[in-house]
């Protein structure tokens, strides 16, 4: 079993940055892609970031050119660096992995943005 931990939410300012992590518990080589979801009271999760292995990375519209992921295999570790935070990007966000027909997720880390 893989177990995947989120860490680096907080309350922060409009226009503000962060970094989130996502250290895995197992070797991050293996998955076919890693991603970062978010959720926000009263709607569905939604995909804010990929990057597959091998592969171009992928963002929602509402973050490009705001949000870098990037991963460190030598660590383990998937980040997401966020800048010029709004308050829309208020939201619980998860790490996910992907090895063949097999789902992993964080328990999630909140991102609060206000004034």
């Known amino acids: 079993q893989v177990q995947l931990v989120e860490s680096g939410g907080d309350l922060v300012q409009p226009g503000g940055s962060l970094r989130l992590s996502c250290k895995a518990s197992?070797?991050?080589?293996?998955?076919?892609?890693m991603d970062w979801y978010r959720q926000s009271p009263g709607k569905e999760r939604e995909l804010v970031a990929s990057?597959?292995?091998?592969?171009?990375?992928n963002y929602a519209d509402s973050v490009k050119g705001r949000f870098t992921i990037s991963k460190d295999n030598a660590n383990d570790t998937l980040y997401l660096r966020m800048n010029s935070l709004k308050f829309e990007d208020t939201a619980v966000y998860y790490c996910?992995?992907?090895?063949?027909?097999?789902?992993?997720w964080g328990q999630g880390t909140q991102v609060t943005v206000s004034s």
């Open positions: 996910h992995a992907r090895k063949w027909n097999y789902h992993y």
């Open positions: 197992r070797s991050i080589v293996t998955f076919s892609k």
């Open positions: 990057i597959p292995t091998g592969g171009d990375t």
